[in-house]
């Protein structure tokens, strides 16, 4: 079946480094999707990747989607420490369910 | 607008005993989810609904069931809880489009089976 790898599965940075994880699938993949879950919370949607090549920018998060349309990554421009928590991304094909990825646990100190 | 809504919060169960979690979403979604969280496990899917009425595995059914009883809600049901069982539930929907949209996600179960 379908699965969905990603790397690192944990990183810690110091405040103001840059943080970058990534995103493999096993399939190709109609869109991916990245999430956010804080510490003791839910998964909470960032932003949805549909296009081959796809690049899009929410502030200091940069997120990309392969010409294959089978790796995603996100980058994070000089983190800060609200940006402390678990980053997932969740692939889907055409009318079945997101899988997620094991996510990549980012911690920052200052 | 609740969003999707979860409960029990929190749930303590022996060994052998039954539960069901259920979820309710407000958002006229047709796709509902069932993950458990496990540490250093991500979110693993458990089954989902893509519709009402219909149901289907996803990687980690076994000692699980699932009931699409409207378009609101999906409940999930363990027959005798394990201790393997142990994790945090969560629920979530979606609408269903070329691959899914956005996931909404419930504020989680977390069980214990002693």
């Known amino acids: 079946g379908q699965q969905v790898m990603q790397i690192p599965q944990y990183q810690h940075v110091q405040e103001g480094e840059d943080f970058t994880t990534y995103c493999n699938s096993s399939?190709?993949?109609?869109?991916i999707q990245w999430y956010k879950q804080r510490p003791g919370g839910h998964p909470v949607f960032l932003i949805q990747?549909?296009?081959?090549?796809e690049v899009k920018k929410q502030k200091r998060l940069t997120f990309q989607f392969g010409e294959a349309k089978k790796n995603s990554s996100l980058h994070i421009t000089a983190t800060q420490t609200t940006d402390v928590g678990t980053y997932f991304c969740a692939g889907s094909q055409a009318g079945t369910a997101l899988i997620f990825g094991k996510g990549t646990t980012l911690s920052v100190s200052s | 607008n609740a969003g999707v809504t979860q409960t029990p919060k929190f749930q303590v169960l022996k060994t052998g005993q039954s539960m069901t979690l259920q979820c309710a979403q407000d958002?006229?979604?047709?796709?509902m989810y069932w993950y458990r969280q496990d540490p250093g496990m991500g979110l693993r899917l458990i089954y989902y609904?893509?519709?009402?009425?219909?149901?289907d595995k996803g990687e980690v059914p076994n000692g699980y069931n699932v009931s699409r009883l409207n378009k609101r809600e999906f409940s999930l049901r363990l027959e005798s809880a394990a201790p393997s069982q142990t994790s945090v539930y969560f629920c979530a929907s979606s609408t269903l489009g070329q691959g899914d949209t956005e996931a909404f996600f419930g504020q989680g179960t977390r069980l214990t089976v002693v």
């Open positions: 609904s893509a519709s009402e009425g219909t149901t």
């Open positions: 399939t190709t993949l109609s869109n």
């Open positions: 958002m006229n979604h047709n796709s």
């Open positions: 990747l549909v296009k081959s090549g």
